[in-house]
C-alpha cells in the first residue's frame, strides 16, 4: 500500500479516482497497516516470548493469548475494510471508527492482564530492563491510545488538534519506542553474547523517558495557534530526550563493543544494530526540528516524512525483525531456513530505506526553503519535488522487497521446522 501511495505522488491519475483508490484512504491504511497490523502485532509476539523467559515460567495463560491474537486480528482486517471505504474519525493516527477503537482497547486489556499476571507470579524476584519498559509500553499505550481516539472525541478545534498531535507523537514516544527498546535490550545481549553494558545505564533511560516524553507532542504545533508557553515546554522537553536517547544508545554499542566481527557475520545483530543507528538519528532528528527556527523550514514538509518512516520502518521494525529472527527458531526447534535470505532481506531495507530517508529529508529540507520564499509559486514547489518523490519510490518498494523476502523466510522457518518434524517421526531412530 505505501508503494501504491509513492507512486501516486508521481502519477496522480495511477489507479484512476475511484473512491477506495485514492489518496486519502490509501494513505491512512498504510499507516495503520504499518503501526496495528505490523509493528505493534509484532512486538505483543515477541513480548510473549520474552516476559515467561525474564519470570522463569510460562504466560500466564496461553488461550487468552491466542484469544487476543484473534480478537486483535479481527480488528485489524476490519479496519481495511473502515478505511477503504471512507467510514474513519478523520484524525490523523486515529481514523479507526469507534467500535473499532473498543476492540483495541479490549484487546490491550487482555494483552497486560497476561503479561502482568505472568510477571506477579515470576520466579525470579530481580526484574530486567526489557520488562520495566514492556510494564511501562503497557500502562502508557492505554492512556495514549484513550486520549487520542476517544478524549478526541469530546474536543474542538484547537483542543482536539493538540490532543491529536500528542496522541500522535506519543504514539512511536510511548508505544513503540518503550516495546522497541526492550526488544533490543533483550537480544542484543543474546546476540552478541555478552551481558548489558551498564543495568544502571539502563534505569536512567527508563525513568527519564517516562517523565519526558509525554511533553513534547506540541512541537508538531510550532507557530500554530496555541500558546506560546506550551510550544515552549514542548521545545524544552524535546531537547531533553537526548538523555534516555544518549542512554540507550551507549548501552546497546557498549553492549558489542569488542563484538564487531560477529555483527558481520549475524543477520540477527546486523538488524539490531542498524536499528540503533536509525534510532539514533530519529531522536537526533526529533529535538533538532523541534527547535522554532528549524521548524519554520521542515514543518509539514517531506523532511516529516522521512523522519517519521526512520522511526517506524528503520528503528523499531528493525528490532521486531531482528527479534523474530532469533525468537523463530527457538519456538519451532529448528534453525532459520535461511541466513542468506536473511541478509539478502537486511541489505534490500536497509538500502531502500536510506534512500527513502536520505531523498526526503534533502528534498524536505528544500521544500520548506521554497515554501518560505514568497516569490516563488506554490505549484513550482511541488513540481521540483518530483526527483525526490521518484526516488522515495524506488526506495520504497526496495524497503517492500525485503519485507517479503522476510515474509518468506518466515513461512519457509515454520515449513521447515514441520518437514523436519514430519521426517524425525516417520524415522525415529535417525530423527
Known sequence: MGVLVS?????????????????????PLHVNGVLFGWLLAADIGLVFYIVPRLCGNQLWSEKLGLFTCALFDTVVLSAVYTTLSGTTQGLEYAELPFLLDVGVTVSWVLFGVNVFMT?????HEKLYVSIWYIMGGILWTAFVYIGGNFATMFQKGISQANLNWFYVHNA?????TPFGIAIAYYFIPLAADKPLYSHRLSMVGFWSIAFIYVW???????????????????ILFSVMLIIPVWTVITNFYGTVAGRWDVVKKSPILKFLMAGTTFYLLTCFQGPMHSLRSVSAIVSKTDWIVGHAHMAVLGAFSFFAIGGTLWALPRITG????SDALASRSFW???WGGLIYFVSLWVGGFMQGLQWNDTSIPFVDTVVFMRPFWIARAIGGALMYAGIVVFLYLVFRSLGHAEDEAAVAKANPVNG
Open 172 to 176: 512511536v514516544g510511548l508505544i513503540f
Open 216 to 234: 513534547t507532542g506540541a512541537h508538531h504545533m510550532l507557530h500554530g495557534p496555541i500558546s506560546e508557553w506550551l510550544q515552549t515546554v514542548a
Open 348 to 350: 534490500l531495507m536497509l
Open 334 to 337: 529448528r534453525p532459520i531456513y
Open 7 to 27: 507512486l501516486k505522488f508521481i502519477w496522480p491519475e495511477f489507479m484512476g479516482s475511484a473512491p477506495w483508490l485514492t489518496f486519502g484512504r490509501m494513505r
Open 119 to 123: 510477571i506477579a507470579t515470576r520466579k
